[in-house]
Every structure is written in C-alpha cells, then in structure tokens.
C-alpha cells in the first residue's frame, strides 16, 4: 500500500471536515457503501459525486449541529486505507450531543478514491481493511 493513498485519503477527509467541501479525488464511478454500517436503515449503496452528497444530507439531517474529526489514517491490503472518525451531533431540539467512533475504508485506485465502505465501529472497519487487531 502507498503512503501515497493514505495521504490523498487524509487529505480529503481533513478539508471536509474544516470546509464541508468535498475535493476532486473521487472516481468517476464512485462508491459508498453503507451495506458494511450495522444498523444502517436506507438504501446501502450510494453511487458517484450526486450519490455522495445525497448519503451526506442523510446522515447529518438528524443534527442541528455536527462534526467530525480524522483520528488517523492507516494503510491496508489490496489498495485500501481505514479512516478512523469521530463524530458529535447535536440532536435537532436538543441541547445535548451524541458521539460516534466510527471507520471508513477507503479503496483507491491511480490517485481517486473508487469506493467507500463504512462501518460503524473501528474494529469492523480495521478487519475490513485487513487490519483486525
């Protein structure tokens, strides 16, 4: 795995989190796949840049207030990466936070990102990768 992937991952993910932009390094078919998120209630597959944004309006709609936070980034097998998140969401009509560690794989391929798996745990997401502890 290169440094290489671990670092346009990181990058990405940091300018989200400080800009709530998402950066040109995404394949044309891209991929997030919350089939791997235990619990996850919608549709689990979310295709290309439109996709993307319609999981993202999904995901923070509960939250008057949210954000997250990379951990780290750490390389895997076979072209993949694992984030590892923290988020905190302020409940719509709420005046406390709910908060989630949470991981993503990322697989990157040439310099984009072609597919995105979420899990709701570090460990599931550490195992996705190739990484169980």
């Known amino acids: 795995m290169s440094e290489d992937n671990a670092e346009i991952v990181r990058t990405a993910l940091e300018h989200f989190a400080a800009t709530d932009e998402l950066l040109d390094v ?76 949470y991981g993503l794989v990322h697989v990157v391929d040439d310099g984009l990102i072609r597919r995105v798996e979420a899990y709701a745990s570090v460990e599931d997401a550490l195992e996705g990768a190739g990484l169980a502890v």
């Open 26 to 101: 995404l394949a044309p078919d891209f991929v997030w796949d919350m089939g791997t998120f235990q619990g996850w209630p919608d549709e689990p597959i979310f295709e290309g840049l439109d996709g993307l944004r319609e999981f993202l309006a999904l995901w923070r709609e509960p939250y008057d207030d949210w954000s997250m936070t990379v951990e780290g980034v750490l390389d895997g097998r076979d072209n993949r990466v694992v984030a590892l998140l923290r988020q905190r969401g302020r409940p719509h009509g709420s005046n406390s936070e709910v908060h989630l560690h």
